[in-house]
């Protein structure tokens, strides 16, 4: 699944008339393992999703290879996918190396004579625009996507796209520690990816304010870093899980 199909997949688009089983599959995975409907450790079966999907074995495989390379899912040998469960140790390494290769971007982006990076600053801006409506709404699904989404769109900005393929597994995999709130009722401030910090990064962007875009992304990371998943329930029912947004 390339770029685009992966982005209508998130986005809830096809790239085409119609939108493939593929990207259903791939887009409905992920809200789900971001709405932990789906715990850390849940097997994918390959024959029970090929049912779910009307899909060959060969492109659940390829769903869950895109999964995997996005760090939201492990293929172990022998046997299976699994829903990906960071250690603790991996949790804190992987949140050490988001903290250098995020500074790493906002440097690039500092030292950026682009004509358009006050253009992308604006089109993100509108995207964390986004991020806080969704929430407001209630709209947990986008609120994730673009919240992690965010950090990915930065990283364009650097113009290093080695750089942005690293961020992309480290932040959906960072993304998986965050704990699931309550969708109503928690304030912002209490939230593990807030647009207020987003919007914090991209003032002081805007401002070719170094030091406090620096700071800004370092504290959001540390708040992010606080929020840990939740441990699989023992007799899961993936059926039930994916069902939710089948029968949207």
Request: net charge negative; hydrophobic share 40%.
């Amino acid at each position: 699944m390339n770029d685009t199909l992966k982005l209508a997949a998130l986005e809830g688009k096809s790239a085409t008339t119609d939108q493939s089983a593929e990207e259903r599959m791939y887009r409905e995975i992920y809200d789900a393992i971001m709405e932990h409907r789906l715990p850390a450790k849940t097997k994918l079966a390959e024959q029970s999703l090929a049912e779910i999907y009307q899909l060959a074995r060969h492109g659940v495989r390829k769903v869950l290879g895109q999964l995997a390379a996005d760090g939201l899912v492990d293929l172990e040998p022998n046997r299976g996918a699994f829903i990906a469960s960071p250690s603790e140790q991996e949790a804190q390494d992987m949140f050490e190396l988001r903290q250098s290769l995020e500074q790493l971007v906002l440097e690039k982006i500092v030292q950026s004579t682009s004509h358009d990076k006050a253009t992308q600053l604006t089109a993100l801006r509108e995207m964390v625009e986004r991020e806080r409506t969704a929430y407001m709404q209630g709209d947990r699904s986008l609120w994730i996507r673009l919240s992690a989404d965010f950090h990915i769109e930065l990283a364009k900005l650097s113009g290093n796209q080695l750089l942005v393929d690293m961020l992309r597994r480290l932040v959906s995999r960072t993304t998986l520690l965050i704990s699931s709130l309550e969708a109503s009722g928690a304030p912002a401030s209490a939230q593990p990816c807030s647009f207020d910090e987003h919007l914090n990064v991209i003032s002081a962007l805007e401002q070719k304010d170094r030091a406090t875009a620096l700071h800004a992304m370092a504290h959001h990371l540390e708040q992010c870093a606080c929020r840990t998943q939740k441990k699989a329930d023992k007799g899961f029912d993936l059926r039930a899980a994916l069902g939710k947004s089948r029968s949207a």
